[in-house]
């Protein structure tokens, strides 16, 4: 993330500023150019669409629409249709998303006779039937669409900041380790240790250790996916409940 | 032991799909700050201390008298013990706290390290345990103020703080020899009673409440290791010290404390964190107590030294920021070295040849005045070190004006020994003014500058002469329309007459005298007056000292 002089920014513990995908997005809403913008919208997106696709099929869509409807609105996206009318005081991106996704469906049922098929240009690579699954998973009464999409919101954050602390560790050859500790990620009892310790071949402080590392790396890759989505630093602490309470 | 379908941490079934080990919603919230201290809106930060009537039932042994502070560990309420009739103070932690995991354990390790901590300058833990779902500590009951009412009534002198600093150290200094780290020294833990007396409240606390998670690592401060160690343990080799030492190396994320206070490597490298961050916390204390204010908390950012924000030593600053370095390795390693510093400070006078303090005064530590109530201003271009004042300079070259314009006046008097005629009164206007900025200079300097009668010369010398001028030709001009009708009504002879006016001529010389006598003594009195605020210059700031 190159950082920007002058865009809103999240602030790591170096009291570095970077600058977060959506604030990137946010700040070039307006003279639609360069492609560090495109770049990081398509990023969001690529994490974050499948919430957008639960919202529309609660929304009553069966899942051929659905499909359809997502990649048509997420093709619009890309093409910066809808970022001219960001209401930035708001600044997190999935607000903005469900918003724009409400009003993008509101349009498309009253075009729904004319409704193009993206021409064949998709960006984002649907899996129909992957989608489709994922969203059989879900409970299917109580949670409005909304409530959904905030859920797998929730869920889809935490399984991007999985997949990256995961690949960390496979990248450095600890896979395994990672997969053993895992269940400390949310420290687990201590008693675990000691038998991570024998499977591991490492001593229960070593072990221990390794546990601390990484749950503060796991601390300080959610706090920046989250970061990602925000405009500024000060949302975070609201986002992370607000996500707590959609779960 | 590990059952799979129940969250470690919150203990609510994990729902299907979730990831290994622990459910999402704790997994989350792990990424809140550490500023709240892991207490979330649906944790106990909405914790209600129980109301007297409610905590009474559970300690029958004691009165409870009222609940007298609250805060994120717990709540204290004042009471009394029944059996032996004495005041103490009792400590309940949230319940929440005590549904951690291994909290019980901890406890018991924990309160019992802190209840062998007997210090003057400690309050002492009388008992712990648990009633009920409380956890609580009886401690002794400290009558009097915290320092942060103190702060906040603004009424911490510079002489009061090097009072408190001392005792500070000498606690801590206690403390970590025994190897407690107090971790949240806070002016709200710095408890002062009546007779002034420093006790430092809930100590090794921060880490026993924790995030949940576990302890931190104490280092307990090497006595024979090398002097290098500090500096050069980087993660693994301090960690794997510590564990080989068989020293607790349990992990946690949180930090404790708060965070204003908190040294750099409590927020950053929790698990790195030792006796030094007390040292750290005690300059952050420190410094507001001198300033009122806290040093600038961001990273990078530089603060002022105490010296520039009010009149204080500026061997001083040297303590406060030497505590106050990013690097704890950079820090004082120890309390008792703190204390040492502060005292030889306050012992031996700015003037010494050790000291690089810009005054001779009084009362070191202070800026004091010689003698006279008001600080000194500081950082004065010209101050001098450990020197007698020297002569104003503005005083002389008034004298020197004064002594050319003299002989003008004598014209006054009819005797014409001035050369140039336009130059007495230029002269003698000239040395009024550099008197009267002499005066003002010399009062301002405190003691710096000397000169005083010199300049008071120069400048009343014009306005003296005047003044008898208008005084003699006055009562002469009067005492001629009375005499001269005498002498030429033929009452007097003219040698009467030259009598009368040679004696009138006599008076009126000592009336003169007597009222320049006057004048002048009046003067003196008012420019030896002490200096108030008013006068000095708008670039000193006065310290709310006493005299």
């Given at each position: 993330m190159s950082s920007q002089t002058g865009q809103p920014s999240s602030w790591n513990a170096k009291g570095q500023f970077a600058a977060t995908r959506w604030s990137v997005v946010l700040a070039a809403a307006k003279d639609r150019s360069g492609t560090h913008t495109r770049r990081a919208l398509e990023e969001l997106i690529h994490a974050y669409w499948f919430p957008v696709y639960a919202y529309v099929r609660r929304q009553g869509q069966g899942p051929q629409q659905a499909e359809d409807l997502t990649q048509e609105f997420f093709t619009r996206l890309l093409e910066k249709k809808h970022l001219a009318s960001v209401d930035q005081s708001k600044g997190r991106f999935r607000s903005f998303l469900l918003t724009a996704v409400k009003r993008f469906l509101v349009n498309e049922w009253d075009k729904s006779q004319a409704l193009k098929r993206g021409g064949g240009k998709h960006f984002i690579a649907l899996d129909g039937l992957e989608a489709e699954a994922r969203y059989r998973v879900e409970p299917v009464n109580e949670l409005t669409p909304e409530r959904l999409f905030d859920r797998r919101w929730a869920i889809a954050v935490l399984d991007q900041v999985l997949t990256r602390l995961r690949q960390e560790y496979i990248d450095r050859g600890k896979g395994n380790l990672f997969e053993s500790l895992q269940s400390s990620l949310a420290d687990g009892p201590e008693g675990n240790y000691a038998n991570i310790a024998t499977e591991m071949g490492m001593s229960e402080s070593a072990v221990k250790v390794a546990a601390h590392r990484l749950r503060r790396r796991y601390r300080r890759l959610l706090r920046e996916e989250i970061a990602q989505t925000m405009a500024g630093p000060e949302e975070i602490e609201a986002e992370i409940r607000h996500l707590m309470e959609s779960l | 032991m590990t059952d799979e379908n129940i969250c470690p941490r919150c203990h609510n079934p994990l729902p299907p799909g979730s990831p290994k080990g622990a459910c999402r919603k704790c997994l989350l919230k792990q990424g809140l700050s550490p500023d709240t201290i892991g207490y979330t809106a649906d944790d106990h930060a909405t914790w209600t201390p129980p109301a007297v009537e409610q905590l009474q039932p559970v300690f029958p042994e004691l009165d409870i008298l009222e609940l007298i502070g609250r805060g994120g560990m717990g709540a204290v309420y004042k009471a009394r013990q029944k059996e032996l009739d004495r005041l103490v103070a009792l400590k309940i932690l949230p319940p929440e706290i005590g549904r951690q995991e291994s909290f019980a354990q901890r406890f018991a390790r924990e309160a019992q390290a802190m209840a062998r901590l007997s210090h003057p300058n400690i309050v002492t833990i009388h008992d712990f345990g648990q009633k009920n779902e409380y956890y609580f500590f009886l401690m002794e009951y400290v009558d009097g103020l915290n320092l942060r009412q103190l702060l906040n009534a603004g009424t911490v002198s510079p002489k009061e703080a090097l009072a408190i600093v001392p005792q500070i150290c000498d606690a801590l200094q206690y403390a970590h020899d025994r190897g407690i780290v107090h971790r949240d020294i806070k002016p709200e833990n710095i408890l002062l009673n009546r007779q002034g007396q420093v006790k430092i409240a809930d100590f090794g606390l921060a880490k026993l409440v924790g995030h949940g998670m576990g302890s931190l690592p104490v280092r307990v401060p090497p006595v024979e290791e090398e002097p290098g160690r500090g500096q050069d343990a980087n993660e693994t080799h301090g960690q794997d010290a510590r564990a080989t030492h068989g020293q607790d190396v349990h992990a946690t994320e949180s930090v404790m404390g708060t965070p204003q206070y908190m040294a750099p490597e409590q927020v950053e490298r929790p698990a790195e964190v030792d006796h030094r961050a007390d040292i750290y916390s005690l300059g952050v204390v420190f410094y507001q107590m001198l300033t009122g204010e806290l040093p600038s908390g961001r990273p990078g950012e530089t603060f002022e030294p105490p010296s520039r924000k009010l009149v204080i030593d500026v061997r001083l600053d040297e303590v406060v920021l030497r505590a106050l370095e990013k690097e704890p390795s950079r820090r004082y390693q120890q309390a008792s070295q703190v204390r040492t510093e502060v005292e030889t400070i306050v012992a031996?006078?700015?003037?010494?040849?050790?000291g690089t303090s810009q005054d001779t005064t009084a009362v070191p530590g202070l800026r004091g005045p010689q003698g006279q109530a008001g600080p000194t201003p500081p950082s004065a271009p010209t101050a001098n070190v450990g020197k007698a004042p020297r002569l104003s300079r503005m005083a002389l070259v008034g004298a020197i004006c004064a002594a050319v314009g003299f002989p003008g006046i004598l014209h006054i008097f009819d005797i014409a020994l001035v050369p140039v005629p336009g130059l007495a009164p230029g002269a003698l206007i000239a040395a009024t003014a550099c008197g009267i900025v002499a005066l003002v200079n010399i009062r301002r300097s405190q003691g710096r500058l000397r000169g005083l009668g010199l300049a008071l010369f120069d400048s009343m010398l014009l306005p003296l002469l005047v003044l008898d001028g208008l005084v003699g030709w006055g009562i002469s001009s009067v005492l001629d329309l009375l005499l001269k009708p005498l002498l030429r009504s033929g009452v007097w002879t003219r040698e009467e007459y030259k009598t009368a006016d040679h004696l009138c001529d006599i008076l009126i010389v000592v009336l003169c005298l007597l009222i320049d006598f006057l004048i002048v003594l009046w003067a003196w009195r008012a420019a030896k007056r002490p200096v108030n605020h008013a006068e000095l210059p708008p670039d000193s700031v006065q310290a709310p000292s006493s005299p």
């Amino acid at each position: 993330m190159s950082s920007q002089t002058g865009q809103p920014s999240s602030w790591n513990a170096k009291g570095q500023f970077a600058a977060t995908r959506w604030s990137v997005v946010l700040a070039a809403a307006k003279d639609r150019s360069g492609t560090h913008t495109r770049r990081a919208l398509e990023e969001l997106i690529h994490a974050y669409w499948f919430p957008v696709y639960a919202y529309v099929r609660r929304q009553g869509q069966g899942p051929q629409q659905a499909e359809d409807l997502t990649q048509e609105f997420f093709t619009r996206l890309l093409e910066k249709k809808h970022l001219a009318s960001v209401d930035q005081s708001k600044g997190r991106f999935r607000s903005f998303l469900l918003t724009a996704v409400k009003r993008f469906l509101v349009n498309e049922w009253d075009k729904s006779q004319a409704l193009k098929r993206g021409g064949g240009k998709h960006f984002i690579a649907l899996d129909g039937l992957e989608a489709e699954a994922r969203y059989r998973v879900e409970p299917v009464n109580e949670l409005t669409p909304e409530r959904l999409f905030d859920r797998r919101w929730a869920i889809a954050v935490l399984d991007q900041v999985l997949t990256r602390l995961r690949q960390e560790y496979i990248d450095r050859g600890k896979g395994n380790l990672f997969e053993s500790l895992q269940s400390s990620l949310a420290d687990g009892p201590e008693g675990n240790y000691a038998n991570i310790a024998t499977e591991m071949g490492m001593s229960e402080s070593a072990v221990k250790v390794a546990a601390h590392r990484l749950r503060r790396r796991y601390r300080r890759l959610l706090r920046e996916e989250i970061a990602q989505t925000m405009a500024g630093p000060e949302e975070i602490e609201a986002e992370i409940r607000h996500l707590m309470e959609s779960l | 032991m590990t059952d799979e379908n129940i969250c470690p941490r919150c203990h609510n079934p994990l729902p299907p799909g979730s990831p290994k080990g622990a459910c999402r919603k704790c997994l989350l919230k792990q990424g809140l700050s550490p500023d709240t201290i892991g207490y979330t809106a649906d944790d106990h930060a909405t914790w209600t201390p129980p109301a007297v009537e409610q905590l009474q039932p559970v300690f029958p042994e004691l009165d409870i008298l009222e609940l007298i502070g609250r805060g994120g560990m717990g709540a204290v309420y004042k009471a009394r013990q029944k059996e032996l009739d004495r005041l103490v103070a009792l400590k309940i932690l949230p319940p929440e706290i005590g549904r951690q995991e291994s909290f019980a354990q901890r406890f018991a390790r924990e309160a019992q390290a802190m209840a062998r901590l007997s210090h003057p300058n400690i309050v002492t833990i009388h008992d712990f345990g648990q009633k009920n779902e409380y956890y609580f500590f009886l401690m002794e009951y400290v009558d009097g103020l915290n320092l942060r009412q103190l702060l906040n009534a603004g009424t911490v002198s510079p002489k009061e703080a090097l009072a408190i600093v001392p005792q500070i150290c000498d606690a801590l200094q206690y403390a970590h020899d025994r190897g407690i780290v107090h971790r949240d020294i806070k002016p709200e833990n710095i408890l002062l009673n009546r007779q002034g007396q420093v006790k430092i409240a809930d100590f090794g606390l921060a880490k026993l409440v924790g995030h949940g998670m576990g302890s931190l690592p104490v280092r307990v401060p090497p006595v024979e290791e090398e002097p290098g160690r500090g500096q050069d343990a980087n993660e693994t080799h301090g960690q794997d010290a510590r564990a080989t030492h068989g020293q607790d190396v349990h992990a946690t994320e949180s930090v404790m404390g708060t965070p204003q206070y908190m040294a750099p490597e409590q927020v950053e490298r929790p698990a790195e964190v030792d006796h030094r961050a007390d040292i750290y916390s005690l300059g952050v204390v420190f410094y507001q107590m001198l300033t009122g204010e806290l040093p600038s908390g961001r990273p990078g950012e530089t603060f002022e030294p105490p010296s520039r924000k009010l009149v204080i030593d500026v061997r001083l600053d040297e303590v406060v920021l030497r505590a106050l370095e990013k690097e704890p390795s950079r820090r004082y390693q120890q309390a008792s070295q703190v204390r040492t510093e502060v005292e030889t400070i306050v012992a031996t006078p700015p003037g010494a040849p050790s000291g690089t303090s810009q005054d001779t005064t009084a009362v070191p530590g202070l800026r004091g005045p010689q003698g006279q109530a008001g600080p000194t201003p500081p950082s004065a271009p010209t101050a001098n070190v450990g020197k007698a004042p020297r002569l104003s300079r503005m005083a002389l070259v008034g004298a020197i004006c004064a002594a050319v314009g003299f002989p003008g006046i004598l014209h006054i008097f009819d005797i014409a020994l001035v050369p140039v005629p336009g130059l007495a009164p230029g002269a003698l206007i000239a040395a009024t003014a550099c008197g009267i900025v002499a005066l003002v200079n010399i009062r301002r300097s405190q003691g710096r500058l000397r000169g005083l009668g010199l300049a008071l010369f120069d400048s009343m010398l014009l306005p003296l002469l005047v003044l008898d001028g208008l005084v003699g030709w006055g009562i002469s001009s009067v005492l001629d329309l009375l005499l001269k009708p005498l002498l030429r009504s033929g009452v007097w002879t003219r040698e009467e007459y030259k009598t009368a006016d040679h004696l009138c001529d006599i008076l009126i010389v000592v009336l003169c005298l007597l009222i320049d006598f006057l004048i002048v003594l009046w003067a003196w009195r008012a420019a030896k007056r002490p200096v108030n605020h008013a006068e000095l210059p708008p670039d000193s700031v006065q310290a709310p000292s006493s005299p």
